[in-house]
């Protein structure tokens, strides 16, 4: 490995960051593109030399900065490699301390400069919006029906146009279920609140909102029924709904089982990896609908509210 793009990265630290956020080794590792065996070597130091830009993938899905993932002694190797390969000519290269105040300088600079430019943009937006309409629009995918007390997902992809600016989206959390996971984050996911928000810049999209719920305490034949709304523009503007599918039927089948034989086949397994955009699928048992996949098939156990694969 080319010692210039390795870094040296804290196992112990990695393996915090995504239990904090509720991620499984398997889904780092499908966003990484490395095996799940990577991602366990990585937490567990038997592999601690990372490329960097495997590195700064995992800093990204994680939303750290690089140097949380570094361990310390390694700090300077990231933080300034590239600005002591750039003292071409000069009889000796500046000490540490030198390099790492230049660097703090620079980024101090280029914070600054952020602001300023992200003011500037405000600003503009303000004007602009006075005359650019702004509409947003929202379609909520729902599997066809779930089982009692499993957990099922619910998809939201979003558009909007100007891409500049931002908005809000608003989903109601359903009665009788709690939110499991989001991507991304729901900025009240650690409250218990009845309704989940998102806050979105328009130019981040396409955007696709997936989230997890389990309901509890239902029983088959109940409906479940969601609602929510977009925020955008100016106060008093109009609060356009999440459009789509709303419904769902508490039943004896799996949610990606969508023909309701107690299997799940070929097309089925497709369609459940198809749900998800980039691979992303917080807290979504893929093991399990894989195990029912590979079996002869599953059936519910209403007396023990247990799903059984056989």
Not at 286 to 299: D, F, L, N, S
């Amino acid at each position: 490995m080319d010692n210039d793009n390795a870094i040296l990265l804290d196992g112990k630290r990695l393996r915090r960051l995504r239990e904090q956020r509720k991620l499984t080794q398997l889904y780092l590792a499908t966003v990484i593109e490395v095996s799940s065996e990577t991602i366990s070597r990585w937490e567990n130091n038997r592999s601690p030399t990372v490329k960097r830009d495997n590195a700064l993938k995992l800093a990204e899905v994680l939303e750290v900065p690089l140097e949380e993932l570094v361990k310390s002694a390694d700090v300077s190797s990231v933080e300034f490699s590239s600005l002591a390969g750039e003292q071409v000519g000069l009889e000796s290269t500046p000490p540490p301390v030198v390099l790492r105040r230049r660097f703090l300088w620079q980024r101090w600079a280029a914070t600054a400069a952020g602001l300023l430019a992200l003011l500037a943009l405000s600003l503009s937006w303000r004007l602009w919006s006075n005359s650019t309409p702004f509409t947003v629009s929202a379609l909520r995918h729902l599997p066809r029906h779930c089982l009692p007390e499993q957990p099922f997902p619910i998809i939201i992809r979003l558009s909007a146009a100007p891409k500049t600016g931002s908005f809000m989206l608003r989903e109601n959390l359903p009665d009788k279920c709690i939110l499991l996971a989001s991507y991304p984050t729901s900025v009240n996911s650690h409250q218990t609140s009845p309704q989940l928000k998102w806050v979105v810049q328009a130019e981040q999209q396409p955007l696709t909102i997936v989230y997890l719920i389990q309901p509890q305490q239902v029983h088959p034949g109940e409906q479940i029924l969601f609602s929510g709304s977009i925020v955008a523009g100016r106060r008093g503007a109009q609060e356009p709904p999440i459009e789509g599918e709303s419904v769902i039927e508490v039943s004896l089948f799996h949610w990606a089982d969508e023909n309701r034989d107690n299997r799940i086949d070929d097309y089925e397994m497709l369609s459940a990896y198809d749900l998800f955009p980039d691979g992303i699928r917080p807290g979504i048992d893929m093991e399990e609908i894989k195990a029912i996949w590979a079996g002869r098939g599953y059936r519910w156990n209403q007396d023990h509210k247990k799903l059984e694969i056989f």
